[in-house]
């Protein structure tokens, strides 16, 4: 096991501090060693000179080294030198090594040829000098003293010894003194030297410690939430799905996703959005049993790894807690949010042994959810692989048909009603498969829409639809269908314009057509996008009046140019014509009465068309007046429409 961070700098100071006290000791024994060795020089050199110094004044060393008494100028010397407070005893010993006489401070005193003295045998043995420095006990001696023996020579022969007792304790006290202070000096200026860089390193360790280890926190969890992120979570799921079989137990793997999580941001700015997120995580942090993981995907998705799970029940408990917590009204600076999740759920080893498995279950599951309309919990179920695999392989027939344009336009025409004249087409949307067999759009829609290439495959139909458009009469119009998610990316007026301005299509000719959903949660952008494209010159229709539950409210809210009435009410007129009659002639007096002209889809018989002129309609679209066709069938269709129109009788037309 690799040793923590903490260890590892405490074995590191201890290092340090033992390099310390080394390089401390050892200052201090350098400049020790040195000051003895320089007050041993001192000590020895002043004992020396004053050897010599006796033995170059006193003129009768001879005589006094041969047992003579010595003479009253040497008396005199030997007193005052005495005197100086530094010389406390001077010594003379004849040839031999043995004493002669002695002087103690001012008492000079003569001595028997007895005492013999090693040093001062070696010094005239040697003809060197020979001295040393010794510690006293007070008030016998000093407490430290220098002594020296000098042999001195006369015609080259030995005569005599001269000993010099030097007091060196004031000498040494001083020095001491100042050896303490020149230590304590280098060992602080050591220390510093040593010290700086050594907290400097430390400071600089615990940095980067901290930063590794916050490395290392933000490569597992993510960022904003504190949550365990995908790849921990992974980690964490792939070693409870390891024990599963030891522990008997099984594990649940909730997939939450926020609905509508785009539209609080737009609404409340990346930092409502933010804070939906972390009280999202805290609140299923708080329903989560210790041992249980909840992580953050990433975006509006979470994940929460139910552990040691005995029966469904606990599974399916646990589910509803999560959504009935994560629903739970909050409020952001004065505006209240009540949030909705899906939730998909997946259980182990039955829905999948690894992690990988099991989460892709449970994502099936919440896909599942989120086309069954949403704020719902679904369980992983066999069947919805297939589904699935094919939702994958629709989604690569949308890649594909985008990347190389496979994508085909068909028209269906639109007639006045009173006349029964062709006045324009609705340009739809149209796709096959790798067989050639065309796919609802209902299918391929909402996918497109959901994998985000819904924008570039509507600028491809708005501007094949307008080069179409100017092969045809003047006086003939073109509608498409925008989808609310073209809406997203605020660039639908320019892809309009531009469309307008590279085929030279009369703006008046162009016709939108949006539904009631984009007005559903509609946001300042989306208000602003529609009143660029109609300031464009192009008309607004609003598509499938009356299939929702708040299409009146928007039509004073916005100024359209057309209503189309879904063709629902058209199938109503033959099971319960009465009651859908009245609301169609209910519709079409509305828009009348709001300068709107209003179009009816679904018109399949003679009776249909009948009806509809008898309820004053403008316009009509349906198989009955033609089905959708390709842009290479257009021009038939419109040469047979003229023909017929000539054909009429006269007077037709006004009746």
Not at 110 to 123: I, M
Not at 202 to 218: D, N, P, S, V
Not at 304 to 330: C, D, G, K, Y
Not at 462 to 467: E, N
């Amino acid at each position: 096991m690799m040793p923590s961070a903490t260890t590892s700098i405490r074995r590191n100071i201890g290092a340090f501090a033992a390099i310390f006290l080394v390089l401390i000791g050892g200052t201090w024994l350098a400049v020790r060693l040195t000051v003895d060795h320089l007050l041993y020089q001192s000590a020895t050199n002043s004992a020396r000179h004053w050897a010599h110094y006796l033995a170059e004044s006193v003129g009768d060393l001879e005589q006094i080294a041969a047992g003579e008494q010595p003479s009253a100028a040497s008396l005199a010397f030997l007193r005052n030198a005495g005197r100086s407070g530094v010389v406390f005893r001077y010594e003379i010993f004849n040839r031999y090594g043995f004493s002669q006489l002695a002087s103690d401070h001012e008492t000079v005193k003569p001595v028997d040829l007895s005492e013999y003295n090693a040093d001062a045998a070696a010094a005239i043995a040697s003809g060197r000098s020979v001295v040393g420095v010794h510690e006293g006990s007070p008030p016998v001696l000093p407490s430290y003293y220098a002594r020296a023996y000098v042999p001195v020579r006369q015609d080259g022969e030995p005569v005599a010894v001269v000993a010099a007792y030097v007091d060196q304790t004031a000498q040494r006290n001083e020095l001491y003194a100042t050896f303490l202070l020149a230590a304590a000096a280098l060992c602080l200026l050591t220390a510093l030297s040593f010290g700086i860089p050594a907290v400097a390193w430390y400071l600089r360790t615990r940095e980067k410690q901290h930063a590794e280890g916050r490395i290392r926190y933000l490569a597992r969890h993510d960022a904003l939430t504190g949550l365990a992120n995908r790849a921990h979570a992974t980690e964490l799921l792939e070693r409870e799905l390891a024990v599963l079989p030891a522990t008997g137990t099984g594990l649940a793997v909730h997939f939450l996703n926020l609905d509508h999580f785009k539209q609080i941001n737009d609404t409340l700015g990346n930092e409502g959005g933010d804070f939906l997120l972390k009280t999202v995580a805290e609140r299923m942090q708080a329903v989560s049993r210790a041992g249980d993981v909840v992580a953050h995907l990433g975006g509006d998705e979470f994940l929460a790894i139910q552990v040691a799970v005995h029966e469904r029940q606990e599974v399916e408990q646990f589910a509803h807690r999560l959504m009935t917590t994560v629903s739970a009204p909050m409020v952001f600076k004065e505006h209240p949010i009540t949030p909705e999740a899906t939730i998909g759920v997946a259980v182990a080893p039955a829905d999948g042994a690894t992690a990988a498995r099991i989460v892709k279950s449970a994502g099936l599951a919440l896909h599942e959810g989120k086309r069954s309309g949403r704020n719902c919990i679904r369980f992983f179920k066999p069947e919805m692989d297939q589904s699935m695999q094919a939702r994958l392989r629709m989604e690569k027939i949308i890649r594909d048909a985008a990347a190389e344009e496979r994508f085909e336009l068909n028209y269906q025409p639109i007639f006045q009603v009173h006349d029964r004249k062709l006045v324009g087409f609705e340009a739809l949307l149209r796709l096959k498969d790798e067989s050639g067999t065309p796919i609802p759009p209902a299918s391929f829609i909402p996918v497109a829409e959901d994998i985000r290439l819904i924008g570039k495959i509507g600028e491809w139909v708005v501007r094949r639809a307008c080069l179409t458009a100017m092969m045809w009469p003047s006086d003939l119009t073109v509608a498409i269908n925008l989808s609310p998610a073209q809406f997203e990316s605020e660039g639908i007026s320019r892809t309009v314009a531009a469309a307008l301005r590279d085929t030279g299509l009369e703006a008046h000719r162009l016709e939108l057509e949006i539904t009631e959903s984009l007005l559903l949660h509609s946001s300042e952008p989306v208000s602003l996008e529609l009143t660029r494209l109609k300031e464009l010159g192009v008309a607004i229709v609003m598509d499938d009046f009356g299939t929702g539950y708040s299409s009146l409210s928007y039509l004073w809210r916005f100024p359209f140019d057309k209503i189309k009435i879904d063709r629902s009410f058209m199938q109503g007129l033959d099971s319960n014509g009465r009651h859908a009659a009245t609301v169609v002639k209910t519709i079409i007096a509305l828009g009348r009465e709001l300068h709107m002209r209003v179009t009816v889809e679904g018109v399949e018989t003679e009776e249909h068309a009948v009806f509809l002129e008898r309820a004053h309609a403008d316009l009509a679209q349906g198989f009955y007046f033609g089905r959708p066709m390709p842009a290479e069938e257009l021009g038939a269709f419109m040469l047979k429409m003229f023909r017929r129109l000539l054909e009429r009788p006269r007077g037709a037309e006004a009746g």
